[in-house]
T-cell receptor, first 112, second 115 residues
Framework: SQKIEQNSEALNIQEGKTATLTCNYTNYSPAYLQWYRQDPGRGPVFLLLIRENEKEKRKERLKVTFDTTLKQSLFHITASQPADSATYLCALALDSNYQLIWGAGTKLIIKP | EAGVAQSPRYKIIEKRQSVAFWCNPISGHATLYWYQQILGQGPKLLIQFQNNGVVDDSQLPKDRFSAERLKGVDSTLKIQPAKLEDSAVYLC?????????????FGEGSRLTVL
């Protein structure tokens, strides 16, 4: 069966450390993958997009990797801050029609 | 630049009643999406419009849900009659690109509680 998995348990990280979130998928042929941030009671906000032929993408303190062999994307936040606390969603675009398939999200908590 | 506008933010109804949600996308965005997000889950696509035409409504429960996008701008999503399992946040999103190759811009969502 096709599915996208993100860590269902909340991730607790000490302020200043690097937070790493995982997005695994099975039986999909992806065109690209996106990461979004969602705060409570708000809509998701786009962060980064990485294409299937790209290994790594960076934006300020954010870094995303995409390994189509392992069928996995890693999302890193360096020098984490309490303001980074939120739920992070990954969304995979299928190469057949670019339809987005969403993970359930991982809740990240950065402790001061 | 104004973002995606949605209303109402919150709605509480009894089961079997009807409800309608409204969305105004970012100006110039051709593609509009309605998603359903149940607590603890990722968004689930209900319907996608390209201008005022439907691109994908394969996951829309058409016996009770309907959506339209008149004149290719605003959109409404209607549920009639509502069921308990329809309790969720209904997210509207828009994107500029005509193909699905860009970021989505989401509204704040409309939280529906069905009692």
């Amino acid at each position: 069966s096709q599915k996208i998995e993100q860590n269902s348990e909340a991730l607790n990280i000490q302020e200043g450390k690097t937070a790493t979130l995982t997005c695994n998928y099975t039986n999909y042929s992806p065109a690209y993958l996106q990461w979004y941030r969602q705060d409570p009671g708000r809509g998701p906000v786009f962060l980064l997009l990485i294409r299937e032929n790209e290994k790594e993408k960076r934006k300020e303190r954010l870094k995303v990797t995409f390994d189509t062999t392992l069928k996995q994307s890693l999302f890193h936040i360096t020098a984490s801050q309490p303001a980074d606390s939120a739920t992070y969603l990954c969304a995979l675009a299928l190469d057949s029609n670019y339809q987005l398939i969403w993970g359930a999200g991982t809740k990240l908590i950065i402790k001061p | 630049e104004a973002g995606v506008a949605q209303s109402p933010r919150y709605k509480i109804i009894e089961k079997r009643q009807s409800v309608a949600f409204w969305c105004n996308p970012i100006s110039g965005h051709a593609t509009l999406y309605w998603y359903q997000q149940i607590l603890g889950q990722g968004p689930k696509l209900l319907i996608q419009f390209q201008n005022n035409g439907v691109v994908d409504d394969s996951q829309l429960p058409k016996d009770r849900f309907s959506a339209e996008r008149l004149k290719g701008v605003d959109s409404t999503l209607k549920i009639q009659p509502a069921k308990l399992e329809d309790s969720a946040v209904y997210l509207c999103a828009s994107s500029f690109r005509t193909a699905n190759t860009g970021e989505l811009f989401f509204g704040e969502g409309s939280r529906l509680t069905v009692l």
